[in-house]
């Protein structure tokens, strides 16, 4: 298993388009978490999975954010009307919650997504 | 509600000296605590972890932390600075019990000078 991968790795939209992003974890983790990261900041937790269900979902995230994983394998996160605000790099991660690496995550290389 | 503080925008060192990397945080009941590390356009990885047991946790790399249950801190710490380790470092925070919900701090950029 390679990791943690995301695609695309950058995404340039106009504002008020949707935008539709994808995780592939590492192959046998459970759990699957999307954040945002912007620049000067650290990482800001959106929602995890674990397996198919979706467990938790920031308040920050609004009504236009969606996330699905809906086999427990890999997830997408579509935003809708996108805004400039949502400028941003989007991030994956998966964790196993097992054994020695449990709560460990593990990170995808991000989608840096532009709005212009 | 958790929080992570990283009070240090950057920390500048020179090579071969230890470098500490500070880190308090705000967590209902017991935390599990993480450092992960950010190497120019490279992902986010995973570094040491808090769990349970001993405060002293080892990592990669030859960093470390101190767990600190009475100050609510976890600092990073390595002995000789490496050029290498110039990156940025992110502390974060989850409780051990009611969800997977990780706070991450705002990161601190660690500048090794040779």
């Known amino acids: 298993d390679t990791g943690v991968s995301q695609d695309p790795r950058h995404k340039i939209t106009k504002r008020g388009q949707n935008v539709t992003f994808r995780c592939d974890p590492i192959?046998?983790?459970?759990?699957l978490y999307w954040y945002r990261q912007t620049l000067g900041q650290g990482p800001e937790f959106l929602t995890y999975?674990?397996?198919?269900?979706?467990?938790?979902k920031s308040r920050l995230l609004s009504d236009r954010f969606s996330a699905e994983r809906p086999k427990g394998s890999f997830s997408t996160l579509e935003i809708q009307r996108t805004e400039q605000g949502d400028s941003a790099m989007y991030l994956c991660?998966?964790?196993?919650?097992?054994?020695?690496?449990?709560?460990?995550?593990?990170f995808g290389p991000g989608t840096r997504l532009t709005v212009t | 509600a958790q929080s992570v503080a990283q009070p240090e925008d950057q920390v500048n060192v020179a090579e071969g000296n230890p470098l500490t990397v500070k880190c308090t945080y705000s967590?209902?009941?017991?935390?599990?605590l993480f450092w992960y590390v950010q190497y120019p356009n490279r992902g986010l990885q995973f570094l040491l972890k808090?769990?349970?047991?001993?405060?002293l946790v080892k990592g990669s790399y030859g960093f470390e932390a101190e767990f600190n249950k009475s100050q609510t801190s976890f600092h990073l710490k390595k002995p000789s600075a490496l050029v290498s380790d110039s990156a940025l470092y992110f502390c974060a925070v989850r409780r051990n019990t009611g969800g997977f919900k990780t706070i991450f701090g705002a990161g601190t950029r660690l500048f090794v000078k040779a």
């Open positions: 967590v209902s009941g017991n935390p599990y």
């Open positions: 991660a998966s964790s196993s919650g097992a054994g020695t690496e449990r709560g460990e995550q593990y």
């Open positions: 999975f674990q397996n198919e269900a979706q467990l938790e």
């Open positions: 192959s046998e983790h459970n759990r």
């Open positions: 808090y769990i349970t047991g001993d405060n």
